[in-house]
C-alpha cells in the first residue's frame, strides 16, 4: 500500500470514529428539541411566577386565572404550551400560595439537564407537574 492510500485510510478512520463518538456523546435531534422545549416551559413559568408577584404587589391579592396576568401591561407572558398551545396549569392554593404546572417531555429530577442548569425549584418529570410556589410576605410601608 502506497504512503498515499495510507494516509487516506487512516483519515477516514479518524473520521469515522470522530463520528460515532460525536453520535454517542450527543442526544438525537427529537431528543435536543424536547430538552429546549422543556427549557422554555421552565423559563415561561418562571416569567409568570415574576408577573404573579408582581401582580400580589399591587393587588394584595393572588390573580384569578392567568389571563389576568396576560392583561397587565408590560408583561409579555406565553399564553401556553410552546409546543402544544395547551394552557399552562395555574391554581390558588391560599391566600399567597399557588401552584403552576406543565406537561414536561424530559426528565430533569434526577440529573443536570443538556441544556443548561436547572434550579432544584424546577427540576421535573417526564411528565405533567406541579410546582407550588408561595408570594414572599411584604413589610408594610
Excluded at 36 to 43: C, E, H, K, P, S
Excluded at 109 to 131: I, L, M, N, T
Amino acid at each position: 500500500m502506497s504512503p498515499g492510500r495510507r494516509l487516506v485510510v487512516i483519515a477516514s478512520v479518524v473520521v469515522g470514529a470522530t463520528l460515532v463518538a460525536a453520535i454517542a456523546v450527543l442526544d438525537s435531534p427529537p431528543r435536543q428539541r424536547e430538552q429546549r422545549l422543556d427549557a422554555r416551559r421552565v423559563q415561561d413559568l418562571q416569567q409568570h411566577e415574576n408577573a404573579i408577584a408582581a401582580y400580589h404587589a399591587g393587588h394584595k391579592a393572588l390573580p384569578d386565572d392567568l389571563a389576568a396576568l396576560r392583561a397587565m401591561p408590560g408583561w409579555n407572558l406565553a399564553p401556553g404550551d410552546p409546543e402544544t398551545g395547551a394552557p399552562y396549569g395555574y391554581e390558588v392554593l391560599g391566600e399567597r400560595s399557588y401552584r403552576l404546572c406543565a406537561k414536561f417531555s424530559t426528565d430533569t429530577a434526577a440529573a443536570e439537564a443538556p441544556y443548561g442548569p436547572v434550579v432544584d425549584a424546577w427540576k421535573h418529570g417526564a411528565s405533567r407537574q406541579c410546582f407550588t410556589r408561595e408570594v414572599a410576605n411584604r413589610p408594610q410601608q
